[in-house]
């Protein structure tokens, strides 16, 4: 068997690894590389395997980085199965419609504003790409094992990092034996909202492991429900607004399955809360009909309230009109909107509207990216631009740490070494991290690893 790594290979984004036995080729995740634009442009334009040649795609989430590129590998030729969980199908074509769309108001965007002799922009795809590749997908539910044809078993567990994230472990014949190969995707933490923990899973042959926070540990998951409390009851009183900036996959739910609890509580005051961002929304639905997935707190919620992302007084916002109309509102209400680092979305309007008032509060529940400007209000600098105009930022700042939705070393240790269980991992590729904290993890399990643990380099080969 030969395994080639064409993306997340000493970094996090782009994931992508080719699988090759004598009778077949197939791709784990197509991911979209992100980060410096023409850099990035020429690694998602440019397939190093010949997309025609593949029998199938096996995709663990719907994050933009694992699943991005799968457009653009459909454009370029692939027309075999892709599998995944239900939930991730789903999710998967609301961000890559999303995404096509973003990359067609960019194009419009540089077409307009770049001169010069550039050629003109083209998006890397599609809404019709995006709705021809989906029709590919076949769906896995949890635990169940499927044979595909010429000897391969493939079964997905759940990875706890998103809504329909899965591991996947494969059973391949191969020059006369069978092969257990596992690739982890993301894999989440334990002990947090909404989602299972990892599945501990044993046995492995050959892992394809991922190593984001290899050395790193978090801080203890935070008693998020506490804070929000606090806070939407002191703005109930001073009659501010809160504005949490959020991402619409997974944070945004999170937040308002808080909420949610707080008002089954009685700890809810009687104030409005707003989502205003329609990814959200088509996001929550789709939680709303998965809600048999959501961990075991979740499923004790549910015994008396059908719908955890729904209460009176929430407001799912679809219309560009009904955003700048909240922005009029007098009076205390909560805002959650997109983007979590307050980069684009509507956030930007509402942040424009509220962050120099003193009653408002802005709640910060993500990592903020260096230059961006949740970095700045982070760092309660006097002055912020926000779309090309400075505003004084007066309004309270309030941060909760450590809601990451990756597995920390902690956690990695324990399910690494469950993998291993007595007998070890034969052959271990470490993928998905920045070189600093692939080389941690590699450090940390070395032990349970039969052989060193390797951190591929884009696309590196190995035999095994
Ligand atoms: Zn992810």
Known sequence: MKITFYGAAGEVTGSQHLVETERHRFLLDCGLFQGHRAESRAKNEQFLCDPKDLDAVFLSHAHIDH????????????????????????????????????????????????????????????????????????????????????????????????????????????????????????????????????????????????????????????????HLERIVNEAFESGGKVLIPAFSLGRTQQVVYYLNELYNEGKLPSVPVYVDSPLANRLTKVYERFQHLLDAQAQRSLIDDHNLFHFP??????????????????????????????????????????????????????????????????????????????????????????LSGHADIVDMKWWYEHLAGEEGINHTFLVHGEPDSAQALADTIRDICNEDPIIPERGESYEV
């Open 67 to 226: 699943c991005g590129n799968l457009p653009g590998l459909y454009k370029a030729g692939f027309r075999g199965p892709i599998f995944c969980t239900p939930a991730t199908a789903e999710i998967a074509e609301i961000m890559l419609l999303d995404s096509a769309k973003i990359q067609a108001e960019d194009a419009r965007y540089l077409n307009k504003h770049v001169r010069g002799s550039h050629p003109s922009f083209e998006p890397l795809y599609t809404e019709d790409d995006v709705e021809k590749v989906m029709r590919r997908v076949e769906t896995f539910e949890y635990r169940e094992t499927y044979e595909l044809d010429r000897g391969i078993k493939a079964t997905m567990y759940d990875a706890g990092h998103i809504l329909g994230s899965a591991i996947t472990r494969f059973e391949i014949e191969d020059e006369g034996e069978i092969k257990r190969l596992v690739f982890t995707g993301d894999l989440g933490r334990r002990g947090m909202p909404l989602l299972h923990d990892p599945y501990p899973l044993q046995g492995c042959d050959i892992l394809i492991g991922e190593s984001t926070y290899g050395n790193r540990a978090h801080p203890p998951a935070p008693d998020v429900k506490h």
């Open 313 to 402: 007084g929430i407001r799912y916002v679809q219309s560009r009109d009904e955003s700048k109309w909240i922005n009029q509102m007098d009076g205390a209400a909560v805002i959650i909107a997109a983007s979590g680092m307050c980069e684009s979305g509507r956030i930007r309007h509402h942040l424009a509207h509220h962050i120099d008032d003193e009653r408002n509060s802005i709640l910060i529940i993500g990592f903020q990216a260096q230059h961006t400007l949740g970095r700045r209000i982070v760092e309660k600098q006097k002055y912020v631009k926000i779309l090309d105009r400075d505003f004084p930022l007066r309004a309270k700042v309030e941060k909760i740490n450590g």
